[in-house]
């Protein structure tokens, strides 16, 4: 069956402009989740959408970041008025039901401000 | 806070030799999970684990979760260039939260 899909796969982008990823996550997964992967480290948790509750925002870096979720499904990540510290891979991961919380990860967005 | 240590952060090795990857934390976790991540791709899961002690084999690679669920290690035998890639723990559950806690991972390179 078909992955979690991300698009775009890169995207350089001007100091100060604002950037909207998309991911698709797979097809009745009901939970979603945003990363950011500086080079080559860790995943740093971002937001995390499950079903119709509220999201869990807490690992927003700023208020410049901000994540929607239509319909259960498709997942946009803004940031606006980039700066170069946001440079980074983004990763979105969507999950099936409990209990061992696996995730299942889409290819990314390497996102570079110039 | 770092919620999840893993060691080492960087492993050199040779094609056939043995090796272990520590992911260790003071908290308890209701499931562990390792990951691979190769350049330009998401994390893969390799393995969950969910009970204290318990272990795992995926052919070379095996896991293991500490008694009290608060560790785990992944053992690899015979290592292969192709095992080459970033190796990611990330703890699930903690105080019922439904988002894992990655490590920071180790980057294991196997020269032929």
């Known amino acids: 069956g078909a992955g979690v899909s991300q698009s775009p796969s890169n995207k350089v982008t001007e100091k100060g402009k604002d950037v909207e990823l998309r991911c698709d996550p797979i097809?009745?997964?009901?939970?979603l989740y945003w990363y950011r992967q500086s080079l080559g480290q860790g995943l740093e948790f971002l937001i995390y959408?499950?079903?119709?509750?509220?999201?869990?925002k807490s690992g927003l870096p700023s208020d410049r970041f901000s994540a929607e979720r239509t319909g259960g499904s498709v997942s946009t990540l803004t940031i606006q008025r980039t700066q170069q510290e946001d440079s980074a891979v983004y990763l979105c991961?969507?999950?099936?039901?409990?209990?061992?919380?696996?995730?299942?990860f889409g290819p990314g967005t390497r996102l570079t401000v110039t | 806070t770092q919620l999840l240590e893993q060691s080492p952060q960087f492993l050199s090795i040779q094609e056939g030799e043995n090796l272990t990857v520590y992911c260790n934390s003071s908290?308890?976790?209701?499931?562990l999970q390792w990951y691979r991540q190769e350049p330009g791709e998401g994390p893969v899961l390799l393995v969950t684990?969910?009970?204290?002690?318990e272990v795992k084999k995926l052919k070379r690679l095996t896991f293991q979760f500490g008694d009290a669920r608060k560790d785990s290690s992944l053992h690899i035998t015979a290592a292969q260039p192709g095992d080459t890639g970033l190796y990611l723990c990330?703890?699930?559950?903690?105080?019922?939260?439904?988002?894992?806690?990655f490590g920071q991972g180790t980057r294991l390179t196997i020269n032929p």
């Open positions: 990330a703890g699930g559950g903690i105080q019922g939260a439904q988002k894992l806690v």
């Open positions: 908290s308890v976790f209701s499931s």
């Open positions: 959408f499950q079903g119709n509750s509220a999201p869990d």
């Open positions: 991961a969507s999950r099936s039901g409990q209990p061992t919380y696996e995730q299942y």
């Open positions: 097809s009745g997964h009901t939970a």
């Open positions: 684990v969910v009970t204290g002690g």
